[in-house]
């Protein structure tokens, strides 16, 4: 009912820069919460940034001054603009959804994107 697409990843030099997209569509009565995280060979899923409904952010020290996360609620879409990047980016990047579906009685339940993979390397 809720999908969950990311888009904008690819190759890039270090200190070059990609800016992901994430849309949320399908049958949603509100989204309350938007959040990418990335994943690296053999590594956990960390969470990179975070955006509420308000705007209110939430980054990894890793990425603080080089990502910026941004959303447009009229379209449930969120942005991570990432600038300088280093070769320690590299992960595929998924981009976590909590949403509240129009099905009776539904509650605010976190949705996945399938990822898009983001490489640094010369």
């Known amino acids: 009912q809720v999908q969950v697409v990311e888009s904008g990843g690819g190759l890039v030099q270090p200190g070059g820069s990609l800016r992901l997209s994430c849309v949320a569509s399908?049958?949603?009565?509100?989204?309350?919460?938007m959040g990418w995280y990335r994943q690296a060979p053999g590594k956990q899923r960390d969470l990179v940034a975070e955006?509420?409904?308000?705007?209110?952010?939430n980054y990894a020290d890793s990425v603080k001054g080089r990502f910026t996360i941004a959303r447009d609620n009229a379209k449930n879409t969120v942005y991570l603009q990432m600038n300088s990047l280093k070769p320690e980016d590299t992960a595929v990047y998924y981009c976590?959804?909590?949403?509240?579906?129009?099905?009776?009685?539904?509650?605010?339940?976190?949705?996945w994107g399938q990822g898009t993979q983001v490489t640094v390397s010369s």
């Open positions: 976590q959804v909590v949403a509240t579906p129009t099905q009776s009685g539904g509650r605010p339940s976190p949705y």
């Open positions: 399908g049958s949603i009565l509100s989204v309350y919460y």
């Open positions: 955006i509420n409904n308000v705007g209110s952010t």
